[in-house]
């Protein structure tokens, strides 16, 4: 390989990379209801589409950015919170797996209720991002995905942050590692889930936003949980860690495998390689690269 | 050919009369002697920092009812689970069928003539009682899918023993009377009851009891008792049982093996354990005070 | 067989059928092609026989068996293109080619079956889409599957048996029944069997299954390779009897969630809320168009009826799981209860 091909693939990756930031950034979603409920919510491709639907069209009736960031965020929050109360709350004490199914009708109901209030049209989403390629050392990188992933890491350190050192990120600590111990030392689960599920809301709209202004804003938007699942499998459900891990190791593969694997093919293999990366890692840790091993007891 | 399953084999063996099951008593040093049902050598578990097993030994002779007994997280299921495969040992060894083994495997365990109940009930509550207890039968099925759904004879014949089998044992459980029912409806110590139905339906040589009687009313106990006991007098089974109630315990084992936080504390018959100042020191505790 | 299967209330004739099913089949074989119309055999019953089959395979895997599996449209799409290839490439007779092509979505079923040895839960349900995105994509990118075809279309052959040409709606059926029934009293008979017990076992408590010696992997592939290759075979009357023209892009995962929605709206582990699910998920889209035409005289568009569709499909299963998490079946079990009851009254 030549100089000038290892710098094509070092491009190639460094793209991969970036885009994995993105995935990582649905799969962090996943990940924060996952920790607290052990519910792998389906829906969340549904709230990025929900949110970010909802932002371009404030946006287009001339309401200002911040505003509308503002609105779409409080309508994210009544999302979160409607949907434990008329979701959750009944289904409480349930196996994950009915939960999890219940997600899959509320993703339904989601994407529906987004295209039925805002419409079913193509809304072109600019954020104001150039999207020039730059060089660094020869690699031409997008402005655009830069910024995206110096957005992705802000949120993912201030939600580390919420996690470690905020009282209520404590308490969605204790819900994860023992529901009935948060239950005894008189945590509200409820509350608890209701802003979790409401923290999802946020992390989908800034994944919205992102995305959004890539593909433009449109149902297919909702797919990316397709992209974000393998991310998660690979990443482990319950870790912040993993899911970005994750992102950057799927995102690069997948890159270098289009370019590189894809032409054998006859190309188009993105639909599925991620999850033959995810599959085989998982073979060997089944419950993926950080997730927690739950030793069973009898 | 290991027919095993030949209904009329085991109908002899359950209605022989009592095996005397008073092995002669064994120096304490011949842990791993032949004539030991079982025997676990030098076996440590830890979980993460907790040690929920150090270096315990341990031997089960046949036709014994061998108690454990040791407070809450002393170790008891461990040891349980170690022998069933479901927990790995990080060292010591597990002297089974005269063979020294690092480590089971679950799977193996009815062959090797182990059936185990759950500390929690581990039922299949979608099957009713008889189908539950006749999936302690299936290890020995030698009709595939394909013969059982041409309905071959051999298949046929199969199914009629293990329908006799179940009915066998249901009847020395006295759980007849339930066999049609879905066991998810039944009170809880019937539940019980099924477990160890299912368990016995094998026709273990070693029998694993985690707490059989937990929860249950006096009678349910006296009952359950009075099933392990005669359990091992007509099977001339091997039991481990572990239990709580301490009465139960004193009136019901031959031998007693005390747990504290991982470690064998005592060792003996009833009398003996009673008598050890260290369990009464660690478990027995609040009650002598 | 009678040691292992489930009480069964209700008479018994003595061909073996309840009553209620004898009158169903009855029903469905002599009084259907009697009367029903063609619109109702294509736009309904033909859908529905396909997709009860395709929920029936599914549960055996879920509802028994306890594997979530959210890629069943592809083993629908294997059966089809495997079925049409066998009979284009053959000639053998066509039954030859579907019992050809439900071994082919067997096997591919057990393969994609194989992380079920490994993976629980989540891991395995998300594992499962792999099929669905591999097969989905083999199809559209090799057009050796779809004979030559740009997009993967395919074009299904006339089913013919024994020199008689099943074209019409009528014959189409017929055949499709035919199979349908013939499939779900093999299903009753596995589920009710020995084979039963172990699937729900394993569903149950792996744990203390695999400790008594129920041989959990074999049990987990077993329900894999059954369950494919029925839905394998639910893909062939989809293609060759109900839409006759099919393309990959046909068998997405919306398909394979409508498959699973059967299910859930049906009951888990249940023959017949298999094909009560069906009937709603089949029946349901139509009456609201209806519905809406008659009350906004088509004011409404189609794409908005759509979307609106969609709402309450996903409100429907919510509620299900929260109201009556064991389905139809259950629904019907107390409405015949409390018929039976009146009944007795006078
Ligand atoms: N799967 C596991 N993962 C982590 N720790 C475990 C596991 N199983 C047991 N432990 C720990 O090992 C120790 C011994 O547990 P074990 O269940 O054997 O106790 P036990 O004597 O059966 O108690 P109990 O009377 O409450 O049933 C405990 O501290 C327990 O928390
Ligand atoms: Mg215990």
Same mark, same amino acid.
């Given at each position: 390989?030549? #100089?000038?091909?290892?710098?094509?693939?070092?491009?190639?990756?460094?793209?991969?990379?970036?885009?994995?930031?993105?995935?990582?950034?649905?799969?962090?979603?996943?990940?924060?209801?996952?920790?607290?409920?052990?519910?792998?919510?389906?829906?969340?491709?549904?709230?990025?589409?929900?949110?970010?639907?909802?932002?371009?069209?404030?946006?287009?009736?001339?309401?200002?950015? #911040?505003?509308? =960031?503002?609105?779409?965020?409080?309508?994210?929050?009544?999302?979160?919170?409607?949907?434990?109360?008329?979701?959750?709350?009944?289904?409480?004490?349930?196996?994950?797996?009915?939960?999890?199914?219940?997600?899959?009708?509320?993703?339904?109901?989601?994407?529906?209720?987004?295209?039925?209030?805002?419409?079913?049209? &193509?809304?072109?989403?600019?954020?104001?991002?150039?999207?020039? @390629?730059?060089? =660094? #050392?020869?690699?031409?990188?997008?402005?655009?995905?830069?910024?995206?992933?110096?957005?992705?890491?802000?949120?993912?350190?201030?939600?580390?942050?919420?996690?470690?050192?905020?009282?209520?990120?404590?308490?969605?600590?204790?819900?994860?590692?023992?529901?009935?111990?948060?239950?005894?030392?008189?945590?509200?689960?409820?509350?608890?889930?209701?802003?979790? #599920?409401?923290?999802?809301?946020? =992390?989908?709209?800034?994944?919205?936003?992102?995305?959004?202004?890539?593909?433009?804003?449109?149902?297919?938007?909702?797919?990316? &949980?397709?992209?974000?699942? @393998?991310?998660?499998?690979?990443?482990?459900?319950?870790?912040?860690?993993?899911?970005? &891990?994750?992102?950057?190791?799927?995102?690069?593969?997948?890159?270098?495998?289009? &370019?590189?694997?894809?032409?054998?093919?006859?190309?188009?293999?993105?639909?599925?390689?991620?999850?033959?990366?995810?599959?085989?890692?998982?073979?060997?840790?089944?419950?993926?690269?950080?997730?927690?091993?739950?030793?069973?007891?009898? | 050919?290991?027919?095993?399953?030949?209904?009329?084999?085991?109908?002899?063996?359950?209605? /022989?009369?009592?095996?005397?099951?008073?092995?002669?008593?064994?120096?304490?040093?011949?842990?791993?002697?032949?004539?030991?049902?079982?025997?676990?050598?030098?076996?440590?578990?830890?979980?993460?920092?907790?040690?929920? $097993?150090?270096?315990?030994?341990?031997?089960?002779?046949?036709?014994?009812?061998?108690?454990?007994?040791?407070?809450?997280?002393?170790?008891?299921?461990?040891?349980?689970?170690?022998?069933?495969?479901?927990? /790995?040992?990080?060292?010591?060894?597990?002297?089974?069928?005269?063979?020294?083994?690092?480590?089971?495997?679950?799977?193996?365990?009815?062959?090797?003539?182990?059936?185990?109940?759950?500390?929690?009930?581990?039922?299949?509550?979608? $099957?009713?009682?008889? /189908?539950?207890?006749?999936?302690?039968?299936?290890?020995?099925?030698?009709?595939?899918?394909?013969? /059982?759904?041409?309905?071959?004879?051999?298949?046929?014949?199969?199914?009629?023993?293990?329908?006799?089998?179940?009915?066998?044992?249901?009847?020395?459980?006295?759980?007849?009377?339930?066999?049609?029912?879905?066991?998810?409806?039944?009170?809880?110590?019937?539940?019980?009851?099924?477990?160890?139905?299912?368990?016995?339906?094998?026709?273990?040589?070693?029998?694993?009891?985690?707490?059989?009687?937990?929860?249950?009313?006096?009678?349910?106990?006296?009952?359950?008792?009075?099933?392990?006991?005669?359990?091992?007098?007509?099977?001339?089974?091997?039991?481990?049982?572990?239990?709580?109630?301490?009465?139960?315990?004193?009136?019901?084992?031959?031998?007693?093996?005390?747990?504290?936080?991982?470690?064998?504390?005592?060792?003996?018959?009833?009398?003996?354990?009673?008598?050890?100042?260290?369990?009464?020191?660690?478990?027995?505790?609040?009650?002598?005070? | 067989?009678?040691?292992?299967?489930?009480?069964?209330?209700?008479?018994?004739?003595?061909?073996?059928?309840?009553?209620?099913?004898?009158?169903?089949?009855?029903?469905?074989?002599?009084?259907?092609?009697?009367?029903?119309?063609?619109?109702?055999?294509?736009?309904?019953?033909?859908?529905?026989?396909?997709?009860?089959?395709?929920?029936?395979?599914?549960?055996?895997?879920?509802?028994?068996?306890?594997?979530?599996?959210?890629?069943?449209? *592809?083993?629908?799409?294997?059966?089809?293109?495997?079925?049409?290839?066998?009979?284009?490439?053959?000639?053998?007779?066509?039954?030859?080619?579907?019992?050809? *092509?439900?071994?082919?979505?067997?096997?591919?079923?057990?393969?994609?079956?194989?992380?079920?040895?490994?993976?629980?839960?989540?891991?395995?349900?998300?594992?499962?889409?792999?099929?669905?995105?591999?097969?989905?994509?083999?199809?559209?990118? +090799?057009?050796?599957?779809?004979?030559?075809?740009?997009?993967?279309?395919?074009?299904?052959?006339?089913?013919?048996?024994?020199?008689?040409?099943?074209?019409?709606?009528?014959?189409?059926?017929?055949?499709?029944?035919?199979?349908?029934?013939?499939?779900?009293?093999?299903?009753?008979?596995?589920?009710?069997?020995? %084979?039963?017990?172990?699937?729900?076992?394993?569903?149950?408590?792996?744990?203390?299954?695999?400790?008594?010696?129920?041989?959990?992997?074999?049990?987990?592939?077993?329900?894999?390779?059954?369950?494919?290759?029925?839905?394998?075979?639910?893909?062939?009357?989809?293609?060759?009897?109900?839409?006759?023209?099919? %393309?990959?892009?046909?068998?997405?995962?919306?398909?394979?969630?409508?498959?699973?929605?059967?299910?859930?709206?049906?009951?888990?582990?249940?023959?017949?809320?298999?094909?009560?699910? *069906?009937?709603?998920?089949?029946?349901?889209?139509?009456?609201?168009?209806?519905?809406?035409?008659?009350?906004?005289?088509?004011?409404?568009?189609?794409?908005?009826?759509?979307?609106?569709?969609?709402?309450?499909?996903?409100?429907?299963? !919510?509620? +299900?799981?929260?109201?009556?998490?064991?389905?139809?079946?259950? !629904?019907?079990?107390?409405?015949?209860?409390?018929?039976?009851?009146?009944?007795?009254?006078?």
């Amino acid at each position: 390989m030549d #100089w000038f091909e290892l710098l094509f693939a070092a491009e190639v990756a460094v793209g991969g990379l970036l885009s994995g930031v993105m995935y990582a950034l649905v799969a962090i979603g996943f990940v924060l209801i996952y920790k607290t409920s052990g519910v792998l919510n389906f829906a969340q491709g549904a709230m990025v589409l929900f949110a970010a639907l909802t932002f371009v069209n404030l946006v287009e009736r001339g309401v200002p950015f #911040w505003v509308s =960031v503002a609105v779409t965020l409080a309508a994210m929050t009544a999302l979160g919170f409607g949907i434990e109360r008329t979701v959750l709350r009944p289904l409480a004490n349930r196996s994950p797996m009915t939960l999890f199914m219940a997600t899959l009708g509320l993703s339904y109901v989601i994407e529906g209720a987004a295209q039925l209030i805002w419409g079913t049209q &193509v809304h072109r989403l600019d954020l104001g991002i150039s999207n020039a @390629p730059f060089e =660094v #050392w020869g690699i031409f990188i997008s402005t655009f995905d830069l910024v995206a992933a110096a957005i992705a890491a802000a949120l993912v350190a201030a939600l580390t942050a919420f996690f470690r050192f905020t009282h209520t990120g404590l308490a969605f600590r204790a819900v994860a590692d023992d529901q009935f111990a948060a239950l005894a030392v008189g945590l509200r689960l409820d509350r608890i889930w209701a802003t979790v #599920w409401a923290a999802a809301g946020v =992390v989908a709209l800034v994944a919205g936003l992102l995305w959004g202004a890539r593909l433009g804003v449109q149902f297919s938007l909702s797919l990316i &949980v397709l992209k974000a699942l @393998p991310v998660l499998v690979l990443g482990g459900f319950d870790s912040i860690l993993g899911a970005i &891990v994750a992102g950057l190791v799927i995102g690069a593969t997948e890159k270098l495998a289009e &370019v590189y694997i894809g032409p054998f093919f006859g190309g188009g293999i993105e639909g599925w390689f991620a999850y033959a990366v995810a599959l085989i890692v998982l073979l060997v840790r089944p419950s993926g690269l950080f997730g927690q091993k739950r030793v069973e007891r009898y | 050919m290991l027919s095993v399953l030949t209904g009329g084999l085991e109908a002899a063996r359950l209605a /022989q009369p009592p095996i005397a099951a008073r092995v002669p008593e064994l120096a304490p040093e011949s842990i791993h002697a032949p004539h030991s049902a079982l025997a676990l050598e030098g076996v440590s578990l830890s979980f993460g920092g907790i040690h929920a $097993l150090r270096d315990v030994s341990f031997d089960l002779r046949p036709g014994e009812i061998r108690a454990v007994i040791g407070p809450n997280g002393a170790g008891k299921s461990s040891l349980v689970n170690v022998i069933s495969g479901l927990y /790995q040992a990080d060292a010591g060894y597990i002297h089974l069928g005269g063979r020294r083994l690092r480590h089971l495997r679950p799977e193996a365990l009815p062959k090797l003539g182990v059936a185990r109940t759950f500390q929690n009930l581990a039922l299949f509550p979608g $099957l009713t009682v008889e /189908q539950n207890v006749a999936a302690g039968l299936v290890f020995r099925r030698r009709h595939g899918l394909l013969a /059982q759904l041409a309905g071959l004879p051999g298949a046929r014949a199969e199914a009629a023993e293990v329908a006799d089998r179940v009915r066998d044992v249901a009847g020395f459980l006295g759980i007849t009377a339930h066999l049609h029912r879905l066991v998810s409806t039944l009170p809880y110590g019937l539940q019980k009851q099924v477990e160890l139905a299912r368990a016995l339906v094998a026709s273990p040589k070693v029998l694993l009891l985690d707490e059989p009687m937990a929860g249950m009313t006096a009678t349910e106990k006296a009952e359950m008792a009075a099933h392990v006991r005669s359990a091992r007098d007509r099977l001339g089974l091997a039991t481990i049982l572990i239990e709580h109630d301490i009465g139960v315990v004193m009136g019901l084992s031959d031998r007693i093996a005390v747990l504290d936080h991982g470690v064998k504390i005592a060792d003996g018959t009833p009398p003996e354990v009673r008598r050890d100042p260290d369990v009464i020191r660690a478990y027995l505790g609040a009650e002598a005070a | 067989m009678s040691v292992f299967s489930a009480s069964v209330t209700g008479a018994r004739l003595a061909t073996g059928f309840s009553l209620p099913v004898l009158v169903v089949l009855s029903l469905g074989f002599v009084a259907v092609p009697l009367t029903a119309s063609p619109y109702v055999l294509e736009a309904i019953l033909l859908p529905f026989l396909a997709l009860s089959l395709a929920g029936l395979g599914l549960n055996l895997l879920t509802g028994y068996c306890g594997q979530v599996s959210l890629g069943s449209a *592809a083993f629908m799409a294997v059966g089809a293109f495997a079925a049409y290839n066998f009979d284009l490439r053959t000639g053998l007779p066509i039954p030859v080619s579907i019992v050809l *092509a439900a071994l082919t979505a067997a096997v591919i079923g057990l393969v994609f079956g194989l992380p079920s040895l490994r993976l629980r839960g989540f891991y395995l349900a998300v594992s499962t889409l792999a099929a669905q995105f591999f097969v989905q994509w083999a199809l559209t990118k +090799f057009s050796w599957f779809s004979n030559g075809s740009p997009s993967g279309i395919i074009a299904a052959p006339v089913i013919e048996l024994a020199g008689l040409r099943l074209d019409s709606a009528v014959g189409r059926y017929l055949f499709s029944l035919t199979i349908v029934t013939a499939i779900t009293l093999l299903v009753h008979r596995i589920v009710s069997g020995p %084979e039963g017990v172990n699937l729900i076992a394993v569903r149950d408590n792996e744990t203390a299954a695999k400790v008594i010696g129920v041989p959990v992997l074999r049990t987990k592939l077993v329900a894999f390779a059954l369950s494919s290759g029925i839905i394998g075979i639910a893909g062939v009357l989809w293609a060759f009897t109900y839409l006759r023209t099919v %393309e990959p892009a046909g068998f997405n995962l919306d398909r394979s969630f409508q498959i699973l929605f059967i299910v859930i709206i049906g009951g888990l582990a249940t023959i017949r809320g298999t094909f009560l699910g *069906a009937g709603l998920i089949v029946v349901f889209p139509l009456l609201l168009g209806r519905l809406s035409a008659f009350a906004f005289d088509g004011l409404i568009d189609a794409g908005l009826i759509k979307l609106i569709e969609r709402i309450v499909l996903g409100g429907t299963i !919510i509620l +299900f799981l929260i109201a009556e998490p064991n389905g139809l079946s259950a !629904i019907l079990s107390r409405l015949s209860a409390r018929l039976r009851a009146l009944v007795r009254r006078g």
